[in-house]
């Protein structure tokens, strides 16, 4: 049998470097002494004279301006702020190292993102049929939701799922369940994004298992799986067993997709969650990339090479309101990443340098007052994930803050993405802002106070040591506290909310997940397990025992128990007996 993989949150092994440095200032500026020494002196000029008369003039509007990370903005950017930069080195031409201006060459002058809307509620059934109108609509990547019992491991029979079934996903219980959800659906052509980290190693193997049953082979299924449990634990809080066990579940997955599903991501690392706990730009950057690197580092640990396995490692980010803090993000997460997986692990191979990009608008920013604004929050978030070069982007519903979007909400999201893409001309120019002085200052700032990030965690050993320590939980929360109070104190304006009210908002319509439906999944899982060969189930569940207290990769006997229809809830509840249940102390 395999050895179990080590701590993850374990100190660096010492043949691996730690992640670069923001770069050393470079020996040749980009522009001549002369020139730079007349540039400082203008911009000296201009701040005594223009910038101060118009000062007495019309005084700020603030004491300070600040980025919404808090990075404080000078008052004018020019060649002076950048010059020591070596343009080839720190930012160079698209699809070449260190890919700040994006993984491919051409860019959407190639192929345009894939469009995603996330769908899930309600019955399998009913989720099938949305997928259905999505793809009828314009939508070339499905995206799904599970609600909360499938994410933490329990069955819609189990008391703790009462309540929830369907309600903030689609309920799924057996492969039955993924029949029904996938039914009709080319999944040989198709690519699915699955949003689920707890159970994600059960619900791909029931992916795997009903593509077979419709003859598509593992190899040629394309697609996403979250699978992104570090990042539960800082932010999101959906988990079953302790943080160790389950970074091994996600490696496992990682491990078996390098071999067996050459066209799957096995792990979306996910700054998205991250942000909407109310992390900013510069540590969701920074607390996402240390998840990445952490993963590596478990697969490292496991003899994996990385060139194997980087390749199809995705990642997934919030987009907010501050427009060009958010396009920076993107430029200074390719080149922290491409930096790290060169110089800390090794990778030769031009892909295991690149990250591939998911991006979603702010769900956190909707709001409930005035929602219709809620569009135009969305569309200014799309245009910065397309101009800071994202790969694949799923738009919010107006309708979001109140229930799951309606087909008429998301059919406008969806819209968005489709007018930015076919009429904004964000198409035909790769990487429009660089050269922007204010995007290529931001960039490298946010490089600089990630990496300070990075470097903590690494001096505590770790991601996971880091999370058990709470760093960075209680960094988010800070940062929440901060961002509330300045809301509260009128600091901070959100329209509609503490500033240009309406008396009376006009109710809109929602959409409501009918009380039947957790009882139309009971009575199917029980039709279920009354057809299925009990003493089969059983056999494959032991199996599955004997592989999990092994440390073997459980991937394989996680297929044979889907396939022969045991249950999510038996199968989490394998992994409850081997490695207990979790439960967060509740420290600050």
């Not at 499905?142 to 309920?171: C, I, N, Q, W």
């Not at 997955?253 to 979306?268: L, T």
């Not at 501050?322 to 922290?336: G, L």
């Not at 600091?491 to 500033?499: F, K, P, S, T, Y």
């Amino acid at each position: 049998m395999a050895k179990a993989a080590k701590d993850v949150g374990s100190p660096v092994p010492p043949h691996h470097k730690p992640t670069p440095s923001a770069p050393a200032k470079a020996d040749r500026p980009t522009y001549a002494r002369e020139e730079l020494e007349r540039i400082v002196a203008a911009q000296a000029s201009w701040t005594a004279e223009e910038l101060a008369d118009a000062l007495k003039r019309l005084p700020h509007r603030s004491k300070a301006f600040r980025t919404d990370s808090g990075i404080p903005i000078p008052d004018v950017l020019d060649p002076s702020t950048v010059r020591e930069a070596d343009y080839l080195r720190d930012v160079g031409y698209p699809g070449r190292y260190p890919f700040t201006r994006g993984p491919q060459a051409s860019m959407y002058r190639g192929r345009l993102w894939t469009m995603r809307q996330f769908a899930g509620f309600g019955t399998p059934e009913d989720t099938n049929q949305r997928f259905k109108y999505l793809l009828q609509h314009g939508v070339n990547g499905l995206s799904t939701a599970f609600d909360m019992p499938a994410l933490m491991g329990y069955d819609a029979d189990h008391p703790m799922s009462r309540g929830e079934v369907g309600k903030e996903g689609v309920a799924i219980s057996t492969l039955a369940d993924f029949e029904l959800l996938f039914a009709g659906i080319p999944l040989g052509e198709v690519t699915t994004s699955m949003t689920i980290n707890a159970t994600a190693v059960i619900a791909l193997a029931m992916y795997v298992a009903v593509a077979e049953k419709n003859g598509v082979p593992r190899a040629k299924l394309g697609g996403t799986l979250q699978n992104d449990m570090l990042k539960e634990y800082i932010a999101q809080k959906e988990w079953m067993i302790p943080p160790g066990p389950a970074v091994k579940l996600n490696c496992d997955v990682i491990e078996f997709c390098a071999k067996e599903m050459p066209r799957w991501n096995p792990v979306s690392i996910s700054g998205y969650h991250i942000r909407e706990a109310g992390a900013t730009a510069v540590q969701e950057l920074a607390f996402t990339l240390a998840d990445g690197i952490a993963y590596v580092q478990h697969c490292v640990d496991r003899g994996m090479d990385p060139d194997d396995f980087a390749p199809r490692l995705s990642f997934f980010w919030d987009v907010h309101n501050d427009f060009f803090e958010e396009v920076a993000k993107f430029r200074a997460a390719r080149r922290i990443w491409a930096r790290t997986m060169k110089e800390r692990f090794g990778a030769k191979k031009k892909e295991s340098l690149l990250l591939r990009t998911h991006a979603q608008t702010a769900g956190v920013s909707l709001t409930a007052q005035q929602p219709y604004n809620n569009v135009v929050r969305t569309a200014l978030q799309a245009f910065a994930a397309v101009l800071g070069g994202t790969q694949s982007l799923h738009t919010n519903s107006l309708d979001e803050t109140y229930a799951l979007p309606t087909e008429e909400a998301v059919t406008i999201a969806l819209r968005t993405q489709q007018i930015i893409a076919f009429e904004s001309g964000a198409d035909r120019v790769v990487d429009p802002l660089a050269g922007s002085y204010y995007v290529e200052w931001l960039t490298d700032e946010m490089e600089r106070r990630a990496l300070e990030h990075i470097r903590r965690i690494d001096e505590m050993g770790g991601m996971l040591r880091a999370v058990e320590e709470g760093y960075p939980q209680r960094e988010i929360a800070e940062s929440a506290y901060v961002f509330q109070r300045e809301v509260e104190a009128g600091e901070r304006i959100i329209v509609g909310v503490n500033g240009f009210q309406n008396q009376d908002d006009t109710p809109i319509e929602i959409l409501k997940i009918d009380e039947t439906v957790a009882r139309r999944q009971v009575e199917r899982l029980k039709e279920t397990k009354a057809r299925r060969d009990a003493a089969k189930v059983q056999a494959t569940l032991a199996a599955l025992e004997r592989t999990t207290r092994d440390g073997a990769n459980v991937m394989p006997a996680v297929i044979d128990a889907v396939s022969a229809y045991a249950t999510l809830g038996e199968v989490s509840d394998v992994f409850r007996k081997v490695h207990g249940i979790y439960r967060e102390d509740g420290r600050f």
